[in-house]
């Protein structure tokens, strides 16, 4: 798939998932490009974990109840590491959401469906209920998880407003 087609048509995903597995080599190249997106002072302190394990992705969605976690065959956590180059400024946000985002790219583009699942995973403690549950390093702050897998249902992208409303060329 073109990469502008893969940026039209990613959606979030927020129904049930097929009962198919998903290739240990697609989940390498989802959480490669993860580990390709930018990084602030190239610190590289975002941190991803795979979860296959159909117990562990229950306990995530006993946490996080959701169509998608309770069906997906893969969630990926996304976790974080604080740095702060210079003393009260940080890229933590910027930097989880730029590996995110080229998660979410890549999930498209290999014909699966994910969600950004953001405001669930920091709703009601969630976050450091999976850090908990997966036994994270206490360095590490769980920022959202995934829900990938095949789609049950058809993705929708969001409409989104014209270039001209969003966006000017200054000439």
């Known amino acids: 798939?073109?990469?502008?087609?893969?940026?039209?048509?990613?959606?979030?995903?927020?129904?049930?998932?097929?009962?198919?597995?998903?290739?240990?080599?697609?989940?390498?190249?989802?959480?490669?490009?993860?580990?390709c997106a930018p990084s602030a002072g190239n610190f590289q302190e975002t941190f991803f974990?795979?979860?296959?394990?159909?117990?562990?992705?229950?306990?995530?969605?006993?946490i996080i109840p959701s169509k998608g976690t309770k069906t997906a065959p893969l969630i990926i956590v996304v976790a974080e590491q604080h740095v702060e180059p210079m003393p009260g400024l940080t890229f933590d946000i910027e930097d989880y959401a730029a590996a995110t985002e080229n998660i979410l790219l890549a999930i498209t583009a290999l014909g699966y469906a994910g969600l950004w699942a953001d405001g669930m995973t920091r709703a009601n403690g969630n976050a450091e209920k999976i850090k908990a549950l997966l036994d994270i390093d206490p360095s590490l702050m769980v920022k959202t998880i995934i829900p990938v897998g095949v789609p049950e249902g058809e993705v929708k992208p969001a409409p989104k407003k014209s270039f001209k409303e969003r966006a000017a060329i200054l000439k």
């Open 1 to 35: 798939m073109d990469f502008f087609e893969v940026v039209k048509s990613r959606g979030s995903y927020r129904g049930a998932f097929k009962d198919i597995e998903i290739p240990e080599e697609d989940i390498r190249k989802i959480i490669e490009a993860g580990i």
């Open 49 to 62: 974990i795979a979860v296959k394990d159909a117990k562990v992705r229950a306990a995530i969605a006993d």
